[in-house]
């Protein structure tokens, strides 16, 4: 069965039964029965209509649920309205789902949450990642929020910055190669630019492209992470960075500064540099202090800390990193490439193992332990 084809058809199932009654966990369980059901009949059986036939048995499963549950007699009336098969509408519905499952009856972060895993298609573990909190405490936070919009019509959808929320996090997801989700973020994100006149709209777009465009040069031949600035820049993509950096520019001429537009200009001095010693580092600074007035994000003042040392030396990086909290994800491989740079390659090559062995992905240890190595040989000598 084609898992692509399913992906794109599972949103608008799952729209046009919340449209018609279903609360969203129940229609959410009856959408997984019918894939379910799809995988045993569907290689065999093809049908030539695969939405239709997923909304008719979709909605069948979430009837036989509302029906067994003593608790919702009352939906045995919805029996009647039960949709004949036949073609289903070809829209695509996932941008309105996204802003459905922004319901104003959900808290913004449990709202991402839910969407990220309803129509996302991320695990807990992803989600809990992106959080920085314990894999537990996101389980149980999206499971309170299915428990508060059951029963629940969706009939106020929520607000843009939501959802704008939800799909930065989804590009983050898939440019990071766990999932392959950055080009469909990417194309919703575009859907909701022609749609809404918004400028942080225009910035999430402009870095979602600026950042896609070197996307070819982020791993070598051998699936090894290449740092930005060893990245062959012949092969960023130029005209996707043109794109990028038009669309900020009138984002940014709107003069209604964002979280987005300031990291698509962080994005954008990077791309306009001819060579990574060529960075404006002390413009990129500069970005930086203004994300970190916007958003108070330990993240943000952590990538801070590496453009200061840039900008004014690694000792006024490791000043930088100081002042914060060294739990952080990625604290400790900032320490150990300014403390490298500062010329204390011991220390940089423990920091570069201990940074290794709390990677979040395979082709970040690798590179990390690569680094501790090359370090550890060089003391050797």
């Avoid at 003593?70 to 802003?99: I, K």
């Avoid at 999206?142 to 428990?147: E, G, L, P, W």
């Avoid at 440019?175 to 910035?203: C, M, N």
């Amino acid at each position: 069965m084609d898992e692509a084809l399913i992906r794109s058809l599972t949103p608008g199932v799952l729209t046009i039964l919340v449209r018609r009654g279903a609360d969203f966990a129940a229609a959410e369980d009856a959408v997984q029965d019918a894939l379910i059901e799809a995988v045993r009949v569907w290689p065999s059986d093809r049908p030539r209509d695969p939405k239709g036939w997923l909304v008719t048995v979709a909605w069948r499963k979430f009837l036989d649920q509302a029906r067994a549950d003593s608790a919702r007699r009352r939906r045995e009336d919805l029996v009647e309205e039960e949709p004949p098969p036949g073609p289903a509408a070809g829209a695509d519905d996932t941008l309105q789902l996204y802003f459905l499952c922004a319901h104003p009856s959900l808290t913004p972060s449990s709202a991402v949450a839910l969407t990220l895993r309803a129509v996302g298609g991320l695990t807990t573990r992803q989600i809990a990642q992106a959080y920085l909190v314990p894999e537990a405490t996101m389980a149980q936070r999206i499971s309170r929020a299915k428990r508060t919009v059951s029963g629940v019509r969706f009939d106020r959808p929520g607000d843009v910055a939501t959802v704008l929320r939800v799909l930065y996090l989804v590009f983050n997801e898939g440019y990071s190669g766990d999932v392959d989700l950055a080009a469909e973020a990417i194309r919703l994100t575009r859907q909701l630019a022609a749609a809404i006149d918004h400028p942080e709209v225009g910035g999430l777009l402009a870095l979602m492209l600026l950042h896609h465009a070197r996307r070819a040069s982020r791993t070598g031949p051998d699936g090894g992470l290449v740092p930005l600035a060893e990245q062959d820049r012949g092969r960023w993509d130029t005209r996707m960075i043109a794109e990028g950096v038009g669309i900020l520019q009138a984002a940014l001429a709107r003069d209604r500064l964002g979280e987005f537009q300031a990291q698509a200009a962080v994005a954008a001095l990077h791309a306009d540099a001819p060579t990574a010693g060529e960075t404006d580092w002390v413009q990129i600074v500069e970005w930086y202090d203004e994300l970190a007035r916007l958003t108070d994000s330990p993240v943000v003042r952590l990538n801070r800390a590496v453009a200061v040392g840039e900008a004014d030396g690694p000792r006024a990086g490791l000043a930088a990193l100081a002042a914060l909290d060294d739990s952080l994800p990625r604290y400790a491989a900032v320490a150990a490439y300014l403390h490298e740079r500062d010329g204390d390659p011991d220390t940089a090559a423990r920091l570069y193992a201990e940074a290794a062995r709390k990677a979040s992905n395979l082709a970040e240890r690798d590179y990390l332990t690569r680094q501790a190595a090359r370090l550890n040989a060089g003391r050797r000598r």
